[in-house]
């Protein structure tokens, strides 16, 4: 039998999972909450995580891994999490920086008067990011190393460091390398060439030395030291996959037919995927490297279960402070069934979810219009919000079709905001024309993850046989 150990360095939840390659069953699972994130003492806007205990918090999910299953039998380990983000770590691979994650908003201040650090870097640039694959947005590695260096608090000598590359670094010990799908999403990677884009670095002035060295992806890039081994219960000597990024691991972790699937993804923000052979620049879309071979097509929006959570969290303040209620129960199921006795089109009801922006437009903010007295009842604005998120991700999808990339007659769904609401999955797939289609598994991303580390091994010869004989599809109902 062949079982892998999956990891999923997530923003809310650590998640960890034992994955059968046989039989195709998660034979273990376990989760903690992630609470790494600092206080902050400094200007709002600011996401800043102590890298260590997040790491001690995935160990504490892999001990728990090792008691559920016989830890002799794993073949491998494998790891993903969050890419956009990083840490800056010294010679002796210790953190001397918080990790800075992908919501900080550190970029979005003024570098002069009338000027963002994004827009500098753009000014620097000229089109110099045109093969990067996306724009450069506030939190990714590349914006928070030109924020770093111009503040004077980029010291000499640190590396630049991706979340499940540091965790990798410090199960194998050895120094930490990356791979394409989280190097690209640090904006300063050339993605047709598959390296660092010097050129682009120079003009911002940044220098490739303090970028992890790149290494293809779903490769063993070490084993488990000793000291981890007897921490955990897992074998010492056990083989570890270079980390991956989420949004190609939960690709991986959620489609069979690469060809024939978009994939949509909603937990806090959203996603949409699609694979190509090769590569197609869009506007509105990031081109990221798939794993193994090949490219996603990504469209990606702020808005997403975070922007139905703000909903029920204003009727919340109601309750509170209309009703004087002290304690509230979860209104998720309240908000649904009452949107569910809306009919499609909320009555005239128009909702942009966009309560923190777009990546184009990052001072766009949410809107209801058509609003009138027939209309203007919770039900049809929860209506209205899902209705909304699903036309933005129907217009990135609309985007991928003038590039050429043709209809895709498999939609799949992932992410907890899609699982865990019916009305929302039944709106996607109006919005769609199409079924939509969940897979068994709930981690998308770590599956992803075990499955990077089974091709690692040469169980599969790449990732698409890897997905193809693992994951199976239901419609979703």
């Known amino acids: 039998m ?33 609470d790494s994130r600092l206080p902050s003492n400094g200007p709002s806007g600011r996401s800043e995580w102590d890298i260590d205990r997040m790491v001690e918090l995935a160990l504490v999910v892999i001990t728990a891994l090792a008691n559920q299953v016989e830890a002799d039998s794993l073949t491998g380990v494998g790891v993903t999490g969050q ?42 640039a000229g089109d110099g990011f045109d093969r990067s694959g996306c724009t450069p947005a506030t939190g990714y590695m590349g914006s928070t190393l030109f924020w770093l260096k111009h503040n004077g608090l980029l010291p000499a000598g640190t590396i630049a460091c991706f979340a499940p590359d540091y965790l990798v670094s410090r199960l194998t010990g050895s120094w930490p390398v990356t791979d394409p799908t989280n190097a690209a999403s640090a904006g300063v990677f050339d993605v047709m060439a598959g390296a660092w884009n010097e050129d682009l670095l120079a003009s911002l002035g940044l220098n490739a030395a303090q970028l992890p060295p790149v290494r293809p992806s779903c490769q063993i890039v070490g084993n488990l030291t000793k000291s981890i081994a007897a921490r955990t219960g897992l074998p010492a000597g056990l083989p570890v996959a270079n980390g991956c990024g989420d949004n190609q691991a939960s690709f991986a972790g959620s489609v069979a037919d690469f060809r024939r699937s978009v994939l949509v993804n909603i937990g806090t923000g959203a996603q949409i995927s699609a694979f190509t052979e090769q590569p197609l620049l869009v506007q509105r879309l990031d081109l990221r490297p798939a794993l193994d071979s090949g490219f996603l097509l990504v469209g990606a929006t702020l808005c997403g279960g975070h922007s139905y959570q703000i909903l029920r969290d204003f009727f919340y303040r109601v309750g509170q402070d209309i009703f004087r209620l002290t304690a509230m129960p979860d209104i998720y199921d309240v908000l649904n069934e009452l949107a569910g006795k809306v009919p499609p089109g909320s009555d005239g009801l128009r909702c942009q979810p966009l309560f923190t922006g777009s990546r184009q437009q990052p001072n766009q903010r949410a809107t209801w219009q058509g609003m009138n007295q027939a209309n203007f009842t919770p039900g049809h604005m929860a209506r209205a919000l899902l209705e909304g998120l699903a036309e933005q991700i129907k217009v990135l999808y609309e985007c991928m079709q003038q590039t050429g990339l043709g209809d895709r007659d498999l939609l799949v769904g992932s992410g907890n905001a899609i699982r865990k609401n019916q009305l929302l999955a039944d709106i996607l797939s109006a919005s769609f024309g199409l079924p939509l289609q969940m897979t068994t598994y709930t981690e998308e991303a770590a599956v992803g993850a075990v499955l990077c580390a089974a091709v690692a091994t040469n169980e599969f010869s790449d990732i698409q046989q890897a997905s193809r004989e693992i994951i199976n599809l239901a419609t979703y109902n």
């Open 2 to 34: 062949s079982k892998y150990l999956g990891i999923d360095l997530g923003t809310t939840t650590i998640v960890g999972l034992v994955l059968d390659t046989d039989s195709s069953q998660v034979v273990a699972r376990h989760s903690v909450p992630n």
């Open 83 to 124: 890419m956009h983000g990083m840490v800056l770590v010294d010679a002796d691979c210790h953190p001397v920086s918080p990790f800075i994650g992908w919501q900080d908003q550190r970029c979005e201040e003024q570098i002069s008067e009338g000027t963002t650090y994004l827009e500098q870097m753009v000014e620097l």
